[in-house]
């Protein structure tokens, strides 16, 4: 498998940005996708999760109510839908996927085996 992110940009604050986590090889719906993002100098931190074969998601505390996530499956693609974007959004996004993540687990890097390149999210103020 392999993962292709994309859709980061330049926005103002307060705008919108969908990005785009392209799976090839194996359906997205088999895998559980999740979203980390990370700032120079800074750890990767955990955004979003899609688990598989379902609906089921869940957000990091900080984007709560202003991110969502979708799925196109005849597309494998798992999208993360930005809304009201803060300057403290600003940083490299990136996807990642496992077929196997626990919930308890899933804000873990280690939790997800396959990556796939940043996409630069910048969001001005």
């Known amino acids: 498998v392999q993962l292709q992110a994309s859709g980061g940009g330049l926005v103002q604050a307060g705008g919108s940005l969908r990005l785009s986590c392209a799976a090839s090889?194996?359906?997205?719906?088999?895998?559980?996708t999740g979203w980390f993002r990370q700032v120079p100098g800074k750890e990767r931190e955990f955004v979003a999760v899609?688990?598989?074969?379902?609906?089921?998601?869940y957000f990091a505390d900080s984007v709560k109510g202003r991110f969502t996530l979708s799925r196109d499956n005849a597309k494998n693609t798992v999208y993360l839908q930005m809304n009201s974007l803060k300057p403290e959004d600003t940083a490299v996004y990136f996807c990642?996927?496992?077929?196997?993540?626990?919930?308890?687990?899933?804000?873990?890097?280690?939790?997800?085996?396959?990556w796939g390149q940043g996409t630069q999210v910048t969001v001005s103020s």
């Open positions: 990642a996927s496992s077929e196997q993540v626990i919930y308890s687990s899933a804000s873990r890097e280690s939790s997800y085996y396959t």
């Open positions: 090889g194996r359906s997205s719906r088999s895998r559980t």
């Open positions: 899609f688990f598989r074969g379902g609906s089921t998601t």
